[in-house]
């Protein structure tokens, strides 16, 4: 038996068995990480039933939101698992707050009323309740609840139709008196001063403000007529709505961005809603401080950023691959250049953060402000965090991964190609041009694609030089110098931190993170794939070029 | 033609090749440029940390020498006027640049009154109560406020009287002589004045500017037969302190306006005091004494829960008696002046002397430092004023408080603490990096003991027993692990782990607990059955046994959890860690970080680790297992040691990176900087702190560079990880690799 023992112990099955388990339990550990993203990310957006759950103090019409179970001493000393279920009310300037908790206990009876009705509004969250009538103008109607849900969709569109054609109004009308305003804003800087020049220059001014007064007032009129003309309209333009509990109120249809009766739509129908609420994620702004709507500022900002890192990274690090493999003569140059290469791939992110608010912002960018924009001072143009220092503080951090994957590249170029060339006359920078770049670029676009993605998911660095919660416009708009380096921009990865953690309603949020991080996984694992296949190729060609 | 031609193009492919040459040189080289610039940078941004303190004297005034003796000085906080107060009343205000008088005030006298003692009463205004030989105490103030005309600034100084009372009610003629006096002009605008008079006696007046009538004690009998050498007042008034010609010290408790107490006594020192001071905070008091003595002691609550005030720190003393302790208005910075004129400029919670100098021959008449403590003026014996420039910008910290135990006021002993910043303008900054490094090692530590053993055996697996198939498959897989952003993992620990975990605790403990039992039980199944059957299963297939092992365990252990957690924790394992091992159970704690950190660095050092095993000669697997080594033998005799270099430089990488992980820790710790090594409760660690505490830092502040000192540790640390892996690393590889 002993020597049975101790056979199978050298033979060593258990150990490889050992082996063999710490693998599946790291490969569980992944899996199990990416499908709790992907439920929780993918099913935030799909229209969930409204439950009516009667208790004996009140009658609760919500979604599910979440399914626990407390667990309690009951009176004997046992320990009993009481389930509960977390509800999202909704109706904040009702409740005051969203969600609630109830005992399954109690609950007396639950049902699913075809004629609950979800809506999303634009301030003040959710509302879950009974449409009873609806308002268009002079026109009410309140029969029954198919007709007025259909009422209240064509109500809803002229509503929203309303609305954008008064913003349209209201840009327009924004454009017209900008130079007046901007005359007047002069105006008032020059009427401080008392010297006589000054006088002469401020009468001018102010002949020129009445002309414009003038020739815009007429435009000016008939714009803001319009305009009020439009509110007017979309005040008449409401539901009136009674909670589940029976409080009655009235919704706006203008403020409302859509709304639905979940429990009586089919799978298609909520197929398409979900279709849309994602393509919302995906292209409109956050709405609700961050808790509902999409995230496109931040991924315009994220990729707006990876770009102008890349602009700044590659040329730096094909340079010096270049040079390490190229020019360089074998000995302690290699060796130092290779130390600070390996040495600059394991500073922690958060060191070239704070570098880059020290050097870049305070140093490098206070100096452009006391040189170029001394006028705006102490208001920082570049002497505070923007878009041009992240970029370049990420450029700094993912330049080693560049520099490793352009060389791998460099080498997989065939040293008789190289040679020939030589040979053949060409100079060391006709060769390299000719032969190393184009044959290399598999490698180099595999370092760039690595550090698109690592700088798609660094947060550290850009929490301190130029990253915020909620940026007013994007860094490339419209407006002359069309790029604006020294704005402050959002970023995904920073999203995720700031919603998950600073936000003033983090219950309400969670959803929405889990969605933002699906998408940022996502993003980082088709770019290491792309990253992964070139890579291969490059293999491939390697393995052919040996000479 | 054709030849010139050819000569310009080659000129042209020439300058082009050397343009080349140049510019992608510049590349290669800029990268050491980039990586010593960041040291470089780091090191002279923490630098001035270190740099000593030093005065730099600026202007000198000859006051116009008559025998008048100057009581009280001051300095506005351009440092651009200053102004003398003698014995006689005469205020003049000097402006600097030129030495011009440019205002003369005067305090309403007596024809032979003279002013005794004068002391200012609040730290942010230039307010004064002066004593004088007639028996009456006149407080009054003087401003120096700037001015603006045409974008210049100018100083404008005023004078005014506040108040004024005779200290004397009895109609006899004798006059008193006000000897001792301090002075306290609080927040909320009540005006508190003890002094002694030349019979000895000891006064204290409150008085209410909505009351009529002050508060007047005579507190003579609690200082029983003792004669008072020195009183003190702290800025808020809640304390009065009574030094005595016998080295003795009275604690008198003004917190009741209508009910001052002796509140306790106690000896200081053998010889009689000179000198008293509060810093700022009203809890350091500073005592000198006749021998030159120099201490500060504040008051600790001891054992019995009760307050008294301790000796906490000795200064270098002087030579002879203290006469005067000058307070800085900013920062725990103080003066001190001995007889013969030698001044110490000292700061209470380094217990340094940051200096010594001396202004003349002659001893000091009157002192001052500026509001924006920068500037420090001085008027000695021979009626000479001079004004100095205080260089003084990183005090709080020297090596012994950013490495040592430091008794700081509020704590009953020398302690390690991080607390930045507080909510008012007397805060004592707490810098002390060993809260920080024992979190960021705290964090590493548990991160490492998860990582470790999977991420090795898993590399082990892949390269010597998994199928072709599987390690092409896992390889990518892992090295995906290794892209995910460390937010969205660490957002995941904090938020979802961390609930989950508090919910589940029984039943992870169980898991952990119960996975070797079962594999063991496992395994003992697996050698039951015969070996032929056993052959059945292909090499490398072994996984599918695993699994259900694994799951096995998950079932047994979700249906038990409830039953142990009733039976052995008394139905509630976080109230029983409490009771038994005096521990609360954090939501975001060590457990949740460890694995987090774990996750975020098993993919690196799986990776490098399979490489290494994978680049194993296969020669020597192969001769191992044709002399008849099992598969196991092999691995543990011939693989791993000749893989040994790598799995350990993969080892230093994970931890330098674990190291410098920030989102992570930033996210699923509590960030509070504890000392405890319990998995039980959170941490914070160095970088999390910068992340955190960067945004607010003043520019160029003491924090602000505490923080690139952390930062430059922190290079410091992954560059020593880095070079020991090289080394180490390479030298096991030689070792080893003799093939």
Redesign the interface.
């Known amino acids: 038996m002993a020597d049975r023992i101790s056979y199978?112990r050298?033979?060593?099955?258990?150990?490889?068995?050992?082996?063999?388990?710490?693998?599946?339990?790291?490969?569980?550990?992944?899996i199990f990480?990416v499908t709790?993203?992907l439920v929780k990310g993918l099913g935030f957006f799909w229209p969930s039933d409204l439950l009516q759950a009667d208790l004996p103090d009140r009658i609760y019409l919500g979604e599910v939101w979440d399914e626990?179970s407390k667990?309690q001493?009951d009176r004997n000393?046992?320990?009993i698992?009481i389930p509960e279920i977390q509800l999202k009310v909704g109706n904040r300037e009702l409740y005051g707050s969203d969600f609630v908790w109830l005992d399954e206990a109690e609950v007396s009876q639950r049902k699913y009323p075809l004629a609950a009705s979800t809506f999303e509004r634009y301030e003040f969250g959710n509302f879950y309740g009974y449409i009873r009538s609806v308002q268009m103008g002079d026109s009410v109607y309140s029969q029954e609840p198919k007709f007025m849900f259909d009422r209240a969709k064509d109500a809803h569109d002229i509503a929203l139709e309303n609305r954008s054609r008064k913003r349209a109004f209201e840009e327009e009308l924004n454009e017209l008196i900008t130079p007046l305003s901007r005359l007047q804003r002069e105006i008032s800087l020059l009427e401080i001063e008392t010297s006589a020049e000054k006088q002469a220059e401020l009468d001018e001014l102010k002949q020129k403000a009445a002309h414009l007064e003038t020739e815009i007032s007429e435009k000016y009129l008939e714009l803001s007529d319009e305009i009020q003309k439009l509110t007017r309209e979309n005040e008449g333009i409401f539901v009136r709505v009674e909670s589940a509990d029976g409080k009655k109120t009235v919704i706006h249809l203008a403020d409302v961005v859509r709304f639905y009766q979940p429990n009586d739509m089919n799978l298609f129908q909520k197929s398409v809603l979900y279709i849309s609420k994602l393509w919302e994620f995906i292209s409109a702004n956050p709405r609700e401080s961050n808790t509902e709507g999409g995230v496109f500022p931040a991924i315009f900002g994220t990729v707006l950023m990876v770009l102008l890192m890349s602009i700044a990274v590659v040329?730096?690090g094909?340079?010096?691959a270049?040079?390490?493999n190229?020019?360089?003569k074998q000995g302690t140059?290699i060796r130092?250049?290779r130390l600070?290469?390996?040495?600059?791939a394991?500073?922690?992110?958060?060191?070239?953060?704070?570098?880059g608010?020290?050097?870049f912002i305070?140093m490098v960018g206070g100096t452009i402000d006391q040189v170029f924009f001394s006028d705006k001072l102490p208001e920082p143009t570049f002497g505070t965090g923007g878009i041009l220092w992240a970029s370049l503080t990420l450029a700094?951090l993912t330049?080693p991964v560049v520099?490793v994957a352009t060389e791998e590249g460099i080498l997989a170029v065939p040293r008789a190609n190289k040679e020939g060339a030589l040979a053949l006359g060409a100079?060391?920078?006709?060769m390299?041009?000719k032969i190393i770049l184009p044959n290399a670029m598999p490698g180099i676009l595999t370092g760039l694609i690595l550090a698109i993605?690592r700088g798609?998911?660094?947060?550290?660095p850009l929490?301190?030089t130029g990253v915020v919660k909620l940026a007013p416009s994007l860094a490339l708009d419209g407006v002359f110098p069309f790029l604006h380096l020294d704005r402050k921009f959002m970023h995904l990865?920073?999203h995720?931190?700031d919603v998950?953690?600073q936000s003033p309603n983090?219950e309400a949020a969670?959803p929405m993170?889990y969605t933002t991080?699906l998408l940022?996984?996502l993003l980082?694992?088709c770019?290491?794939?792309l990253a992964?296949y070139m890579r291969n190729r490059l293999r491939k060609k390697y393995k052919t070029a040996v000479f | 033609m054709k030849k010139a031609e050819k000569k310009i193009f080659r000129k042209k492919v020439d300058r082009a090749n050397k343009l080349a040459r140049y510019i992608i040189s510049i590349g290669g080289y800029g990268i050491i440029v980039s990586i010593v610039g960041i040291l470089l940078f780091l090191i002279y941004q923490s630098l001035p940390l270190g740099f000593q303190t030093s005065i730099e004297k600026l202007f000198s005034i000859d006051l116009p020498s008559r025998s008048a003796r100057i009581v009280l000085t001051g300095i506005d906080q351009y440092q651009e006027i200053v102004y003398t107060l003698n014995e006689n009343g005469i205020i003049s205000f000097y402006r600097l640049e030129d030495k011009q008088v440019v205002r003369r005030d005067s305090v309403p006298l007596a024809e032979t009154e003279k002013i005794l003692t004068a002391t200012k009463g609040n730290l942010n205004r230039e307010i004064f109560a002066l004593g004088t030989t007639q028996g009456q105490i006149i407080t009054a103030e003087i401003r120096m406020l700037p001015e603006y005309h045409q974008n210049e600034r100018i100083i404008k100084p005023s004078f005014r009287i506040v108040d004024s009372f005779v200290t004397h009610t009895d109609s006899s003629l004798e006059m008193h002589h006000v000897e001792n006096l301090s002075f306290a002009f609080t927040e909320d605008g009540l005006f508190y004045w003890a002094w002694t008079d030349h019979t000895g006696t000891l006064f204290l007046q409150i008085q209410d500017p909505e009351e009529d009538q002050p508060f007047l004690y005579d507190l003579t009998e609690n200082i029983g037969e003792q004669q008072v050498s020195q009183l003190i007042l702290d800025f808020e008034a809640r304390k009065l302190i009574i030094g005595s010609y016998e080295g003795e010290l009275f604690w008198f408790d003004l917190s009741d306006i209508e009910d001052v107490y002796l509140k306790d006594n106690w000896k200081a020192s053998q010889h009689p005091i000179t000198a008293l001071a509060f810093l700022i905070g009203d809890n350091a008091l500073v005592i000198g004494d006749a021998q030159g003595m120099l201490e500060s002691w504040f008051p600790v609550r001891n054992e019995e829960n009760e307050i008294k005030f301790l000796p906490v720190y000795q200064f270098s003393g002087h030579n002879t008696a203290v006469t005067k302790i000058v307070v800085s208005p900013r920062n725990r910075t103080f003066m001190s002046i001995e007889e013969s004129g030698m001044i110490h400029l000292n700061y209470n919670t380094t217990q340094k002397t940051q200096l010594t100098f001396r202004k003349s021959d002659y001893a000091i008449q009157a002192a001052a430092i500026s509001p924006k403590s920068n500037g420090i003026v001085l008027v000695d014996g021979g009626n000479r004023l001079g004004t100095y420039i205080l260089d003084d910008e990183h005090p709080e910290v020297t090596l012994k408080t950013l490495f040592g135990k430091v008794w700081y006021e509020g704590y009953n002993q020398p302690e390690f603490v991080w607390q930045s910043t507080g909510g008012s303008d007397d805060f004592e900054p707490k810098l002390s990096l060993i809260p920080l490094i024992f979190g960021t090692l705290k964090g590493t530590f548990y991160a490492m003991i998860f990582s470790i053993p999977l991420a090795i055996l898993a590399a082990i697996y892949v390269s010597q027993f998994s199928p072709k198939w599987l390690a092409r498959t896992i390889k990518p897989t892992v090295e995906i692990m290794a892209a995910l952003p460390s937010v969205v993992i660490g957002f995941l620990a904090g938020l979802y782990f961390s609930p989950l975990f508090e919910e589940h605790l029984v039943t992870l403990f169980l898991f952990v607990a119960f996975l070797p039992l079962i594999f063991a039980l496992g395994v003992f199944i697996w050698r039951l059955i015969p070996e032929k059957k056993r052959m059945i299963m292909p090499l490398g297939w072994e996984l599918l046994y695993v699994i259900p092992i694994i799951l096995v365990t998950y079932v047994i252990v979700h249906f038990i959890s409830l039953p142990v957690e009733s039976w052995l924790f008394n139905g509630n394992l976080k109230q029983w860690i409490f009771e038994s091992l005096g521990q609360t159970y954090d939501q975001r704690n060590s457990i949740v970080v460890g694995f987090a950190l774990g996750f975020a660095v098993i993919p690196i050092i799986f990776t490098i680790s399979e490489d290494a095993l994978s680049n194993v000669p296969e020669s020597l697997t192969s001769a191992s297992l044709a002399l008849g080594a099992s598969r196991w033998q092999t691995v543990r005799k011939v693989v791993l040691p000749a893989a040994s270099g790598g799995i350990f430089a993969a080892v230093m990488l994970g931890f330098g990176r674990a190291i410098g992980e920030t989102m992570i820790v930033l996210m699923a710790t509590g960030n509070t900087p504890i000392l405890d090594i319990s998995p039980f409760n959170g941490f914070r660690a160095m970088s999390a702190c910068i992340a955190v505490e960067i945004p607010e830092a003043p520019v160029g502040g003491t924090l602000y560079r505490v923080l690139f000192l952390i930062a430059f540790l922190l290079f410091v640390f992954t560059f020593i990880i880095n070079s020991l892996s090289a080394i180490i690393g390479d030298r096991l590889r030689k070792k080893y690799s003799r093939f």
Not at chain 1, 340 to 344: H, M, P
Not at chain 1, 456 to 460: I, L, S, T, Y
């Open positions: 199978f050298q033979k060593g099955d258990p150990y490889i068995l050992g082996t063999g388990m710490a693998l599946i339990l790291t490969l569980g550990m992944v990480i709790v993203i626990t667990r001493t000393g046992h320990i698992e040329p730096f094909v340079l010096a270049l040079y390490l190229e020019y360089a140059i130092l250049i600070s290469v390996n040495n600059l394991g500073v922690p992110s958060i060191v070239f953060g704070i570098f608010l020290g050097f305070y700094l330049l520099v100079t060391r920078w006709q390299v041009r993605s798609a998911g660094e947060v550290a929490m301190i990865g920073f995720i931190y998950g953690f983090v969670k993170v991080a940022l996984i980082v694992i770019l290491n794939l992964i």
